[in-house]
């Protein structure tokens, strides 16, 4: 019947079949009815079937919800605990912080009391809750399952406990500890650590720097025509500058570079280098500085020109000082720049001095005594009142017996003679001057060598019963190139007891052993002792014309 004869039934027989079909309630050929319609009619005559379906989706809607529910409730408690500890740790971080600015900017005479050991001890307590609770919040999200909509709260939390932990560790200088916590991370929580990594490009700078083990030294100065520096390593090798930033694809050698007028900067392996300086007066001034892993150390060189003779310039700025037992390079200040004697102050430097004083009673003060015979403790004057000097001792050799009180008055005498302001060292300016700024036992390192100074188990001992003419020892100098800060004599420091007789002296002598060798190590004297003797400071002339080394 349809217009369209394509559509129209071929024979009878396909007719009837439809109108049989239709009859009996079945589809037709020229109408097939709607999917709707179909499932409508299916569910009438078979309707336990799509109730059993019902059934099925409501039981399984039912349980995923619940289960959805139960997990983001149990997640949500996970967070709140992480969150709880996160917080309870970056509040232990920042107290731990705190403790350990005050280890190093404690005053110097704070070493010899109880009050460091208390804060060493509260700096071990202050890391040790805040690693527990980073830990724990840690754990507490990898095992939430859900996030939901405090997703993006979890990843910044994650991201801030990776980063405030390495740079504790970084500040702190506990290198063992970074690289515990780093394979810590990495097995326990890599999923979180890499998803933290790949969201923030600082801490993926920052990892990849721990991991090269790479630091930056920063080098500023006043530019003035004619000064080059030299950077070499601790081989004493000019150091390879890695190609690129002007320094061609192979890179060249750190050594004779210009100070410019704006800073430079180097890209440099973490570890101990020494910086050449070459000034136009011909002068080298040397100063040793330590690139840290992941960090910067920035050096500012404003050196005079001219500096007064017999005297060596030390760069203001941080190192290590004290025993180096600590877990935390506890000991670690900051120092301004100064002057100091290359050698030990001399009989005959002394004696010019002596001789210029004015009254008996003077001269009889500022006299040095020793014990001639060493079967007796009877003590003479080593001069007499003409200055001559008493056999073993001669004019080159280091002043001793004298007094701290006498060492100091020849400063004085001497800060006159040069229009500067001349005194005896600090313990911690000594101690820099001795050990660079890398906190080493020894001026030559870490390893006991009696050979390399004048000490009692010297085998030349017996050639030098009452001290050594400077620099005699060629080896026992100090990266600053001051002569005998190990052996010959010791020296007096200024540091005054309480009733202004005892005095601390530092360093050994052709008396003492390896015990007073190592640079922290003090003593006291009571008046004059037959090998103290001393070297003196100058205070940097300019106020404005500092080197400091900060991080």
Known sequence: MARDRGKRYRTVTELLRDVRNYLDGFPVAAYSPRPLYRLTKLIRR????????????????????????????????????????????????????????????????????????????????????????????????????????????VNRMCRDIFKSSLN????????????????????????????????????????????????????????????????????????????????GENGIYA?????????????????????????????????????????????????????????????GGEFFHGSSSGRFGVGKSRLAPYLI?????????????????????????????????????ERRPIWD????????????????????EAAEAYCAWLGKQLGMTCRLPTRLEWEKAARGVDGRAYVWGNVYEPERALLADNPEKARYPVGAPPGRFPKDISVYG???????????LRSPGENGRLYAVIGGSGATGAQQAAAPNLNYVNGGAGDVGFRYVLEFPAAGEIATVKK
């Open 46 to 153: 078979h309707p336990l079937i799509p109730a059993t379906l019902m059934a099925a989706l409501l039981t399984w809607a039912g349980y995923f919800g619940f289960t959805h529910f139960s997990n983001l409730s149990q997640s949500n408690s996970l967070i709140n605990l992480a969150e709880y500890n996160y917080t309870q740790a970056k509040n232990y971080n920042a107290l731990a912080l705190r403790t350990f600015n005050l280890l190093r900017d404690r005053p110097e005479t704070s070493r010899w009391n109880g009050r460091e050991r208390e804060l060493e001890n509260e700096l071990l307590r202050l890391t040790s809750e805040q690693e527990n609770g980073y830990n724990s919040a840690l754990e507490f999200i990898s095992r939430a399952t859900e996030f939901g909509l405090r997703e993006a709260a």
């Open 385 to 404: 009142g003409d200055g001559t000097l008493a056999k073993p001792f001669t004019a080159e050799l280091p002043v001793v017996g004298i007094s701290g």
């Open 168 to 247: 504790f560790y970084l500040r702190v200088e506990n290198y063992d500890s970074l690289q515990s916590f780093l394979r810590q991370t990495r097995s326990r929580w890599r999923s979180l650590f890499e998803q933290a990594v790949a969201r923030d490009p600082e801490l993926a700078e920052l990892v990849a720097k721990i991991d090269s083990r790479i630091g930056t030294l920063e080098i500023s100065g006043i530019y003035q025509p004619g000064r080059k520096m030299t950077i070499r390593d601790q081989a004493g090798k000019a150091v390879r500058l890695a190609a690129g930033e002007g320094n």
């Open 482 to 492: 001051l002569y005998d800060m190990t052996g010959n004599v010791r020296e007096f």
């Open 255 to 315: 050594e004779n570079l210009p100070i410019g007028e704006r800073e430079q900067s180097f890209q440099l392996p973490a570890g101990n280098y020494q910086l050449e300086i070459m000034l136009p007066s011909g002068t080298e001034v040397t100063a040793p500085v330590t690139v840290p892993v992941a960090g910067r150390s920035v050096i500012e060189l404003a050196i005079p020109d001219q500096l007064p003779p017999g005297v060596r310039y030390i760069p």
């Open 341 to 377: 004697g290359t050698n030990e102050v001399t009989f005959g430097e002394y004696l010019k001095f002596w001789k210029a004083l004015e009254t008996a009673e003077e001269k009889q003060r500022y006299l040095g005594w020793f014990a001639f015979d060493p079967d007796s403790e």
